[in-house]
């Protein structure tokens, strides 16, 4: 195999796809986590739910290790970075 070039994009999906890869892919998850996390703020308007469901709307009060607190109109929750996005 070659090597991967950060904007070779093809060819990392394809590693990523190869089954003898599989024990790395937990490192890119971090990876992936850890951006996530870091592009929200407190104080940050956030929205989180389920997809095809109600949406949260709310103000992140604190980041933890893997879950922020979002205050919604006094109510406080608890979500994974991987549930929130950016809110409108």
Do not use: Y
């Amino acid at each position: 195999m070659k090597k991967l070039q950060f904007n070779n994009l093809d060819l990392i999906l394809d590693w990523i796809k190869n089954p003898e890869h599989k024990e790395h892919l937990f490192l890119l998850e971090s990876a992936i986590a850890a951006a996530k996390k870091s592009s929200f703020n407190i104080g940050d308007k956030v929205s989180f739910g389920r997809p095809n469901g109600r949406q949260h709307i709310g103000i992140v009060e604190k980041i933890n290790i893997s879950k922020a607190v979002v205050n919604c109109n006094g109510s406080k929750w608890r979500v994974p970075f991987t549930m929130i996005k950016e809110a409108a």
